[in-house]
């Protein structure tokens, strides 16, 4: 498999999904948990987890253009596409400048005013998610072929 196969973009947008919801959530819980020791450490977690989400996102909204001029789609996929790719440079990017405006002002703790910005974008990576979702599910796109039926059928009722 090739780097720039758009195969590549489906690996690497879960690591950005996971890693920027795990920052989210770390940074929540060194606001919310008591003792100084164990909001420190969850801020550290924080603040190395969202760093490697921004370094996710640069090479997932890359990884996206490849894939978007490598899959074959029609005029409503396109259209799809073009929902998901503004989502994701949106939110994409919004993430990037919060881990490098983050990454700055590690020596403090998060204000609660960084960490609801953080979470409204991470809500935006959720719309950008589901957006992608459609265009697998929806429409179709990177689905190469539907698979054969080998018998009579296949259901899961047992």
């Known amino acids: 498999m090739s780097l720039l196969s758009p195969h590549?973009?489906?690996?690497?947008v879960h690591f950005a999904f996971a890693l920027t919801l795990t920052a989210v959530a770390s940074f929540?819980?060194?606001?919310?948990v008591g003792g100084p020791a164990r909001a420190d450490s969850l801020r550290h977690a924080g603040d190395w987890t969202l760093a490697f989400a921004g370094a996710a996102i640069v090479l997932t909204l890359a990884?996206?253009?490849?894939?978007?001029?490598?899959?074959?789609?029609?005029?409503p996929s396109h259209?799809?596409?073009?929902?998901?790719?503004?989502?994701?440079?949106a939110s994409g990017l919004l993430i990037l400048a919060l881990a490098l405006w983050?990454?700055?002002?590690?020596?403090?703790?998060?204000?609660?005013?960084?960490?609801?910005a953080l979470s409204v974008v991470a809500l935006g990576l959720m719309v950008t998610a589901w957006h992608g979702g459609t265009l697998v599910y929806g429409h179709g796109l990177g689905v190469e072929r539907l698979p054969e039926p080998s018998s009579d059928g296949h259901d899961h009722v047992h």
């Open 8 to 12: 590549v973009h489906p690996v690497l």
């Open 102 to 116: 983050r990454w700055r002002r590690r020596a403090v703790s998060p204000s609660w005013r960084f960490v609801g």
């Open 79 to 89: 259209a799809a596409m073009l929902v998901h790719r503004n989502w994701a440079v």
């Open 28 to 32: 929540w819980l060194a606001r919310l």
């Open 63 to 75: 990884a996206g253009f490849v894939a978007a001029n490598r899959v074959a789609h029609d005029a």
